[in-house]
């Protein structure tokens, strides 16, 4: 079969805004046509060859379950030898970042597909394996970086069994975050992923909307499992309005049956919470949480305050940490991904119980990688950064 790829055309990209907090409703009355120019304005790094085989007071939604996925005309098009990708062969800032115009397109290996990638996401880890945080277990160097992906797939490994080219995929597409993530990610046209990491992506997310969720919603389900969360149990999620916290709050009501939810943010942040079903929103610039008398059976530490977060849990309960030293009874985890999670959520995010939260800020296109990747560091993001459209 011949390769194709399928180019999302963004004169035709449609997305849509809601405003928060008042409500999440499932309507989109108010609709953005992006438009977008690609320029290539730095040095590229070696090429790589053959891979292995303060503000807003108002917060808004591009999540919402009328978007239609079909609304991003396709164009076929031949799977070509190189591509375009960010890439970085020394550890450091946002300056190490460069665009490189001839990479080559990855070879699919037997259980992996070849995604033509429409929209990525950030993640705080990929700043911090940038940085070399991670240079230990890291993949070797020059790297792609990208976690999280959206695409279409253009190209089947002979053992696949659960995709087809064409179909619209989304994805964590590294199944260790910091052991030996892919040196490909999703940063760059095209990507390979092993199909267990993938889910069919909701069908009324549009691509941006999908890129935000993998490695955030799946940490929140694992880090909620870990702690045996059930029904009728109370939960404190710290850091309510990044990427994953928002996630916790929305799975633990929707999907664990939470009796009782708080989480923190600062004073911009409070209506959001609200409105993704938090019962009492903290603003930690203004009191301690865990002065509080209610205590909680889980809290959820999604900002580094493990010393904290076990004064405020209940006798026996749970405390995830998921950065920064832990206390006991703490304990940290790092997220395995698995595309089995996502297929498990896709009916919540289907009907809207669950929805991705895009920073306002974004989606950023392609050539402003390095400008989205400073947002993200100032660890001021609401949501997810998103990185779309990708030419
Ligand atoms: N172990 C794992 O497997 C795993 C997986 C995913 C993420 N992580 C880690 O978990 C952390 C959170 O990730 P993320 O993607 O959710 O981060 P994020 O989206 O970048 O977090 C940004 C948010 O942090 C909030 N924030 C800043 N200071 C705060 C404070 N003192 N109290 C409460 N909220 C505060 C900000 O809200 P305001 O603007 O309102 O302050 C902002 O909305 C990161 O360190 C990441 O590396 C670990």
């Not at 079969?1 to 999440?24: E, G, I, K, R, V």
């Not at 890129?211 to 880090?223: F, K, N, Q, Y």
């Not at 045996?228 to 939960?235: E, L």
């Given at each position: 079969?011949?390769?194709?790829s399928l180019?999302?055309?963004?004169?035709?990209?449609?997305?849509h805004?809601?405003?928060?907090?008042?409500s999440?409703?499932?309507?989109?009355?108010?609709?953005?046509?992006?438009?977008?120019?690609?320029?290539?304005?730095?040095?590229?790094?070696?090429?790589?060859?053959?891979?292995?085989?303060?503000?807003?007071?108002r917060?808004?939604?591009?999540?919402?379950?009328t978007?239609?996925?079909?609304?991003?005309?396709?164009?076929?098009?031949?799977?070509?030898?190189?591509?375009?990708?960010?890439?970085?062969?020394?550890?450091?800032?946002?300056?190490?970042?460069?665009?490189?115009?001839?990479v080559?397109?990855?070879?699919?290996?037997?259980?992996?597909?070849?995604v033509?990638?429409?929209?990525?996401?950030?993640?705080?880890?990929?700043g911090?394996?940038?940085?070399?945080?991670?240079?230990?277990?890291?993949?070797?160097?020059p790297?792609v970086?990208?976690?999280?992906?959206a695409?279409?797939v253009?190209?089947?490994?002979?053992?696949?069994?659960?995709?087809?080219?064409?179909?619209?995929?989304?994805?964590?597409?590294?199944?260790?975050?910091?052991e030996?993530?892919?040196?490909?990610?999703?940063?760059?046209?095209?990507?390979?992923?092993?199909?267990?990491?993938?889910?069919?992506k909701p069908?009324?997310?549009?691509?941006a909307?999908?890129a935000?969720?993998?490695?955030?919603i799946e940490?929140a389900?694992?880090?909620?499992?870990?702690?045996?969360?059930?029904?009728?149990?109370?939960?404190?999620?710290?850091?309510?309005?990044?990427?994953?916290?928002?996630?916790v709050?929305?799975?633990?009501?929707?999907?664990?049956g939470?009796?009782?939810?708080?989480?923190?943010?600062?004073?911009?942040?409070?209506?959001?919470?609200?409105?993704?079903?938090a019962?009492?929103?903290?603003?930690y610039?203004?009191?301690?949480?865990?002065?509080l008398?209610?205590?909680?059976?889980?809290?959820?530490?999604?900002?580094?305050?493990?010393?904290r977060?076990?004064?405020?849990?209940?006798?026996g309960?749970?405390?995830?940490?998921?950065?920064?030293?832990?206390?006991?009874?703490?304990?940290?985890?790092v997220?395995?991904s698995?595309?089995?999670?996502?297929?498990?959520?896709?009916?919540?995010l289907?009907?809207?119980?669950?929805?991705?939260?895009?920073?306002?800020?974004?989606?950023?296109?392609?050539?402003?990688?390095?400008?989205?990747?400073?947002?993200?560091?100032?660890?001021?993001?609401t949501?997810?950064?998103?990185?779309?459209?990708?030419?």
């Amino acid at each position: 079969m011949q390769n194709m790829s399928l180019c999302a055309s963004p004169s035709t990209t449609t997305s849509h805004l809601t405003s928060l907090p008042s409500s999440l409703p499932s309507t989109s009355p108010l609709s953005l046509r992006f438009s977008f120019t690609f320029r290539e304005n730095r040095t590229p790094v070696r090429s790589l060859k053959a891979p292995f085989s303060a503000r807003p007071a108002r917060v808004l939604v591009k999540a919402q379950a009328t978007a239609p996925a079909s609304s991003e005309a396709v164009k076929l098009t031949p799977v070509p030898s190189q591509m375009k990708a960010w890439v970085y062969g020394e550890y450091g800032g946002v300056d190490v970042l460069k665009l490189d115009s001839n990479v080559a397109v990855p070879d699919v290996k037997e259980d992996q597909v070849l995604v033509k990638v429409a929209a990525a996401a950030l993640n705080p880890v990929d700043g911090k394996r940038r940085q070399g945080k991670f240079k230990a277990t890291d993949s070797p160097l020059p790297t792609v970086p990208g976690y999280d992906v959206a695409g279409v797939v253009v190209k089947v490994g002979s053992e696949v069994k659960d995709f087809k080219v064409g179909d619209e995929v989304y994805g964590d597409l590294s199944e260790k975050a910091l052991e030996g993530p892919k040196q490909f990610g999703s940063l760059a046209e095209y990507t390979a992923v092993e199909e267990k990491l993938l889910a069919l992506k909701p069908k009324n997310l549009d691509f941006a909307q999908a890129a935000a969720l993998p490695l955030a919603i799946e940490t929140a389900h694992e880090g909620l499992e870990r702690t045996a969360f059930s029904p009728g149990k109370s939960i404190l999620v710290l850091n309510g309005s990044g990427g994953v916290g928002s996630l916790v709050i929305q799975l633990a009501k929707q999907v664990f049956g939470a009796s009782r939810v708080a989480a923190t943010s600062s004073t911009r942040n409070l209506d959001l919470l609200k409105s993704l079903g938090a019962d009492l929103a903290i603003d930690y610039t203004k009191e301690n949480f865990e002065d509080l008398s209610e205590k909680f059976d889980v809290v959820f530490d999604a900002i580094g305050q493990c010393d904290r977060a076990v004064k405020a849990v209940k006798e026996g309960g749970s405390v995830v940490a998921l950065t920064g030293a832990v206390t006991p009874p703490g304990f940290r985890f790092v997220v395995t991904s698995n595309g089995a999670v996502l297929r498990k959520l896709n009916p919540y995010l289907e009907s809207g119980k669950v929805k991705p939260i895009v920073d306002p800020k974004g989606p950023f296109p392609f050539d402003q990688l390095a400008e989205a990747f400073s947002y993200l560091e100032t660890n001021r993001a609401t949501g997810k950064v998103v990185i779309h459209p990708i030419p």
